[in-house]
């Protein structure tokens, strides 16, 4: 096993921390070692400061992205912390529909993950409008800065344990059977979706528009307060007036540092 020594797991911590916002502690150095493992030897590194020279001095990006992939854990299901869905469809949709003069709803799911999250969204739009819906550009913006997790999320194929938490209606409505162990999302929810691979710490949002709705759940758990803090100055001015930002339940904003207003436990809202 090729161990990494404290100053190698720094200059790799450093790198990954400048580069995407995750600040890796050192309690977690045997997590690295185990997960960067087989990348060193099927790469025939003899030590992690090899492996880091390789990763920066590839201009492809290719091995940056492999080492992202390795060390960020994506853990997620459909309707996960479900109190946010549920408000986002009986009180932010209403109000957005009552709002948005040009039925232009812009929703971003950022840290989407393996995709469930924003498919949940796009069912829940689906829903609400109904036979309404084709009067509205409904697409849902979907990030990630893994790119195999995206390629999971476009594929959008889950097996039953994945959507057992779903209502039945909307296995019914919104999936395809593949066999008995596996479904696979409708492609008119498909097509609802963009996804992207976006790296939240890009000094400047690129958006010519700005969204009513952020979702950004259990991201921010792997930034030190200096970071948090700046991503949410960048999601404020992503923001409509009156758009909502949703956070994991296990994350909180200071409320005497951000311009954002409290709504209810890890929901905040850009004041009108």
């Known amino acids: ?28 150095m045997a997590l690295v070692t185990g997960r960067l493992q087989n990348v060193l030897v099927q790469k025939g590194f003899e030590n992690f400061t090899e492996y880091y020279n390789h990763i920066i001095s590839d201009k492809s990006g290719i091995e940056a992205s492999t080492l992202v992939d390795k060390i960020t854990t994506n853990h997620t299901f459909f309707m996960r912390e479900s109190d946010h869905f549920i408000y986002f469809k009986d009180s932010v949709l209403p109000y ?97 979706i963009i996804f992207r691979k976006f790296n939240l710490m890009q000094e400047i949002f690129p958006f010519k528009r700005k969204f009513h709705v952020i979702y950004c759940r259990n991201v921010m758990i792997y930034f030190d307060t200096k970071t948090k803090n700046e991503l949410i100055n960048k999601y404020y001015d992503s923001l409509e007036y009156g758009g909502y930002l949703f956070i994991g339940h296990s994350e909180s904003l200071n409320r005497s540092d951000t311009r954002f207003r409290y709504v209810m436990p890890s929901v905040y809202r850009k004041e009108l």
Not at 5 to 17: G, R, S, V
């Open 96 to 192: 957005l529909k009552s709002k948005i003069r040009d039925k232009d709803l812009r929703v971003w799911s950022a840290g989407c993950s393996t995709g469930e999250e924003p498919y949940t969204l796009a069912m829940l739009v689906d829903e609400f409008f109904g036979k309404e819906k084709t009067l509205w550009d409904t697409k849902i913006l979907a990030t990630d800065i893994s790119n195999r997790v995206l390629e999971v999320a476009k594929d959008g194929i889950y097996n039953s344990e994945n959507i057992a938490m779903i209502p039945p209606q909307w296995k019914l409505n919104y999936f395809k059977k593949i066999d008995n162990e596996k479904s696979v999302v409708a492609d008119h929810i498909k097509n609802e």
């Open 1 to 28: 096993m090729i161990t990494i020594t404290e100053k190698e797991f720094i200059q790799l911590a450093e790198y990954i921390k400048s580069q995407y916002g995750i600040n890796l502690k050192k309690e977690k």
